[in-house]
Structures are given as structure tokens and as C-alpha cells.
């Protein structure tokens, strides 16, 4: 049974940092690209970042470049998202995904979605 567990939401400031992780298991999950999606009320899933299987190549939507840094530890099974900078705009869930696919990482067409972390940035 795959799973994809996110941690590391909260409520932070604008112009603060949070750390979002995202341990995956029930899967060879060097063979999987990973993503970052999120969704505010009353909006669609919204790409925001993926890494390929190596972690040789990122991809970031253009509102989140510079500030957004995604990250990939195959030995541990785990993704990161380092959000610096953040906006209130920034604000949503944010759910981590896994696919096997390697291509057309901003559609939202992945295997596996963790469960969503709530990410809140007060103005």
C-alpha cells in the first residue's frame, strides 16, 4: 500500500520560511518523480514544483521561482519543499504527489497524492 505522508505546515508570517516534507512508502520511489501541488478555497489544484526520479531536474511555477526550493533524498525516501519569502498569497493545502511518468509534471495526473498539509501565511 503506497503512501504519502506530508508534515511541516502552519501558520508563519509574511516573508517567513516553513520546511514542507514528504515521506513516501509502499513504493521504489527512486523510479518516481515527485510534486508539489496546492489548493486554495475555492480555487483548483494549482502546480507549484517537481524533481525528476534522480532529482536532476526542478520545475517551478513562476510565482513561486527563487522563493520555492524543492529537494529529493531517494535513500530516504523523502521530498522536501523549502518555502521561503512566503505571501499571503501562498496561502492553501499543499499536497505532495508521486508518478512514474517522467513528463508533464505541471498536470496534475500523478499515481499518488498524500493527504495535504494547510499552509497559512497572515499579512
Known amino acids: 500500500q503506497v503512501q504519502l505522508v506530508e508534515s511541516g505546515g502552519g501558520l508563519v508570517q509574511a516573508g517567513g520560511s516553513l520546511r514542507l516534507s514528504c515521506a513516501a512508502s509502499?513504493?521504489?520511489?527512486?523510479?518516481?518523480?515527485m510534486g508539489w501541488f496546492r489548493q486554495a478555497p475555492g480555487k483548483e489544484r494549482e502546480f507549484v514544483a517537481a524533481?525528476?526520479?534522480?532529482?536532476?531536474?526542478?520545475f517551478y511555477v513562476d510565482s513561486v521561482k527563487g522563493r520555492f526550493t524543492i529537494s529529493k533524498d531517494n535513500a530516504k525516501s523523502t521530498v522536501n519543499l523549502q518555502m521561503n519569502s512566503l505571501k499571503p498569497e501562498d496561502t492553501a493545502v499543499y499536497y505532495c504527489?508521486?508518478?512514474?511518468?517522467?513528463?508533464?509534471?505541471?498536470?496534475?495526473?500523478?499515481?499518488?497524492w498524500g493527504q495535504g498539509t494547510q499552509v497559512t501565511v497572515s499579512s
Open positions: 509502499g513504493l521504489t520511489f527512486s523510479h518516481y518523480a
Open positions: 524533481i525528476t526520479w534522480s532529482g536532476g531536474s526542478t
Open positions: 504527489a508521486a508518478k512514474a511518468v517522467q513528463s508533464n509534471y505541471a498536470i496534475p495526473r500523478y499515481d499518488y
